[in-house]
């Protein structure tokens, strides 16, 4: 009888291929778990612990210098908010127009509108027809990807039009301006039934479209979340403008002057206090050449004494030392090119010697890919003003405006609010003799005493917005512990 033949497989096989499927299915299972998570726990926070710590204590302290040192830090990929799920009611198109903060001020006020309409925003346009003339488009300014990442959780933001969509782009879409200080239910009850019947509706100028009070605190916080969190520099502006800082906070602290004593707003604003006679006709032929600036007869001296007028660079020079500033403080002049040149800058250079400019600072192959590029160059300025230890605004302009918000969100730094009204009363007087020094020095730090950045709640003019306090100068809401919260409630 022939012998049975011993089977090819070891005993128990089937146990072991089954144990060795559960603990593969198992590994699985807790991996898409775990993945599924990661967002969630970004949202709470949870605390993460690091492997390679654990024991640590145990540790000298050059055993640990030499891990950290031999060990490669290995960034993880950040995690994202996750994507809010909405039915769009359709597109936002916009073409910015103004300065660097003009427009950005207006950016975060159309994020806001696209929230509250549940609408899908492009990626903005930016002004390239203004005064400055320059081409650089969101993306030479601003981070786009992680303008897009933070905010996925409130809207969808989006590079380009669906191809759908391009046969009426060639048609041309339906255009217009949003009424200036508007609240909330002028875009719910005007603009909304426009988005409907044209599925994409394109707003041709964005500046000041949203009013600055009387809109629901959500709506508030979101207009600081973009501002302070979603609009990012792109990483060549910011790692030079940390540069600028670096090399200003080498030798202690450092004050930043936004002189805006430049061609463009002296033309704009007929101010020509301290020009000769060919510059008040150059500036005067500027005005006119540009036809949106509406006002062309303007009295510059009656404008002036009016308080409306940007401080001369001899003014501001007074006004520094009747303040306190010793003359060897820094100061950094955060400005395009000033009106004269250097021969406009000679009195407050004698008084303050140790005044900079970032092409002072840095390299000319630095600052070459900046050059013929104003909204680029104002960023640069723009990073340094929010790092400095105090900044001083010659003219309350966006630029300052939206400079000294941002400082209040950051810790209420020290901003010096020059009251022009004041002050052209005040240095009239010293230079006509009718004030000594000490009179005039007191009388000018008694008038700014409470102007310094402090915390304080915003100035509002029922239906005169233009007057009362810019909401991105002072933007209350966002400045108590519970900064920022996602925006809810809010379903059309």
Same mark, same amino acid.
């Given at each position: 009888?022939?012998?049975?033949?011993?089977?090819?497989?070891?005993?128990?096989?089937?146990?072991?291929?089954?144990?060795?499927?559960?603990?593969?299915?198992?590994?699985?299972?807790?991996?898409?778990?775990?993945?599924?998570?990661?967002?969630?726990?970004?949202?709470?926070?949870?605390?993460?612990?690091?492997?390679?710590?654990?024991?640590?204590?145990?540790?000298?302290?050059?055993?640990?210098?030499?891990?950290?040192?031999?060990?490669?830090?290995?960034?993880?990929?950040?995690?994202?908010?996750?994507?809010?799920?909405?039915?769009?009611?359709?597109?936002?198109?916009?073409?910015?127009?103004?300065?660097?903060?003009?427009?950005?001020?207006?950016?975060?006020?159309?994020?806001?509108?696209?929230?509250?309409?549940?609408?899908?925003?492009?990626?903005?346009?930016?002004?390239?027809?203004?005064?400055?003339?320059?081409?650089?488009?969101?993306?030479?300014?601003?981070?786009?990807?992680?303008?897009?990442?933070? /905010? @996925?959780?409130?809207? &969808? !933001?989006?590079?380009?039009?669906? #191809?759908?969509?391009?046969?009426?782009?060639?048609? +041309?879409? *339906?255009?217009?301006?949003?009424?200036?200080?508007?609240?909330?239910?002028?875009?719910?009850?005007?603009?909304?039934?426009?988005?409907?019947?044209?599925?994409?509706?394109?707003?041709?100028?964005?500046?000041?479209?949203?009013?600055?009070?009387?809109?629901?605190?959500?709506?508030?916080?979101?207009?600081?979340?973009?501002?302070?969190?979603? /609009? @990012?520099?792109?990483? &060549? !502006?910011?790692?030079?403008?940390? #540069?600028?800082?670096?090399?200003?906070?080498?030798? +202690?602290? *450092?004050?930043?002057?936004?002189?805006?004593?430049?061609?463009?707003?002296?033309?704009?604003?007929?101010?020509?206090?301290?020009?000769?006679?060919?510059?008040?006709?150059?500036?005067?032929?500027?005005?006119?050449?540009?036809?949106?600036?509406?006002?062309?007869?303007?009295?510059?001296?009656?404008?002036?004494?009016?308080?409306?007028?940007? /401080?001369?660079?001899?003014?501001?020079?007074?006004?520094?030392?009747?303040?306190?500033?010793?003359?060897?403080?820094?100061?950094?002049?955060?400005?395009?090119?000033?009106?004269?040149?250097?021969?406009?800058?000679?009195?407050?250079?004698?008084?303050?010697?140790?005044?900079?400019?970032?092409?002072?600072?840095?390299?000319?192959?630095?600052?070459?890919?900046?050059?013929?590029?104003?909204?680029?160059?104002?960023?640069?300025?723009?990073?340094?003003?929010?790092?400095?230890?105090?900044?001083?605004?010659?003219?309350?302009?966006?630029?300052?405006?939206?400079?000294?918000?941002?400082?209040?969100?950051?810790?209420?730094?020290?901003?010096?609010?020059?009251?022009?009204?004041?002050?052209?009363?005040?240095?009239?007087?010293?230079?006509?003799?009718?004030?000594?020094?000490?009179?005039?020095?007191?009388?000018?730090?008694?008038?700014?005493?409470?102007?310094?950045?402090?915390?304080?709640?915003?100035?509002?003019?029922?239906?005169?917005?233009?007057?009362?306090?810019?909401?991105?100068?002072?933007?209350?809401?966002?400045?108590?512990?519970?900064?920022?919260?996602?925006?809810?409630?809010?379903?059309?």
């Amino acid at each position: 009888m022939a012998k049975p033949q011993p089977s090819a497989r070891p005993p128990g096989w089937r146990c072991t291929a089954r144990w060795w499927l559960a603990r593969v299915g198992t590994s699985v299972f807790v991996w898409t778990v775990l993945m599924q998570l990661a967002p969630v726990a970004e949202v709470w926070r949870f605390p993460r612990s690091d492997a390679r710590w654990q024991g640590a204590s145990a540790c000298n302290a050059t055993n640990l210098s030499v891990l950290a040192d031999e060990t490669p830090h290995l960034e993880s990929p950040p995690v994202l908010p996750p994507r809010r799920v909405y039915k769009s009611n359709g597109y936002l198109q916009l073409s910015c127009n103004g300065g660097l903060n003009q427009m950005r001020a207006a950016i975060c006020d159309m994020v806001t509108i696209s929230r509250y309409l549940n609408l899908t925003l492009l990626i903005p346009e930016l002004d390239k027809r203004s005064f400055w003339a320059d081409p650089s488009d969101f993306g030479d300014i601003f981070n786009v990807q992680h303008f897009i990442d933070s /905010l @996925r959780d409130e809207i &969808k !933001i989006i590079k380009s039009l669906p #191809k759908k969509f391009y046969g009426k782009v060639q048609h +041309g879409l *339906f255009s217009m301006p949003p009424v200036s200080w508007s609240n909330e239910k002028y875009y719910l009850k005007q603009i909304l039934p426009l988005i409907k019947k044209h599925k994409i509706i394109h707003f041709n100028k964005t500046d000041a479209r949203l009013a600055n009070n009387g809109l629901p605190i959500e709506l508030q916080k979101l207009r600081c979340r973009v501002n302070y969190q979603a /609009l @990012r520099f792109t990483p &060549k !502006i910011e790692a030079l403008g940390n #540069k600028l800082v670096s090399i200003l906070q080498r030798t +202690g602290s *450092f004050v930043v002057l936004h002189l805006r004593y430049e061609m463009d707003m002296l033309a704009f604003s007929g101010c020509t206090h301290g020009c000769s006679d060919k510059e008040t006709e150059e500036l005067t032929r500027m005005r006119y050449a540009y036809p949106w600036w509406k006002e062309k007869e303007i009295v510059s001296e009656k404008k002036r004494l009016e308080g409306l007028c940007p /401080l001369t660079p001899e003014e501001t020079a007074l006004v520094l030392q009747a303040l306190g500033f010793e003359r060897n403080t820094l100061i950094y002049i955060a400005s395009g090119e000033i009106y004269g040149g250097e021969r406009r800058l000679a009195a407050l250079r004698a008084v303050y010697p140790k005044l900079v400019r970032k092409e002072m600072l840095l390299s000319p192959d630095e600052l070459r890919p900046f050059q013929n590029h104003s909204t680029q160059m104002a960023a640069l300025d723009y990073v340094v003003s929010v790092a400095s230890d105090v900044f001083i605004p010659s003219y309350d302009g966006n630029m300052a405006k939206v400079v000294e918000g941002h400082r209040r969100y950051t810790g209420f730094r020290k901003t010096i609010l020059l009251d022009r009204l004041e002050l052209v009363e005040l240095l009239d007087l010293h230079q006509s003799g009718k004030l000594s020094w000490e009179q005039f020095s007191g009388a000018v730090q008694e008038v700014h005493k409470n102007q310094m950045g402090q915390p304080i709640q915003r100035k509002v003019i029922p239906d005169r917005p233009k007057e009362e306090d810019y909401f991105y100068a002072n933007p209350h809401e966002c400045l108590g512990p519970q900064r920022m919260t996602k925006l809810g409630g809010f379903e059309i």
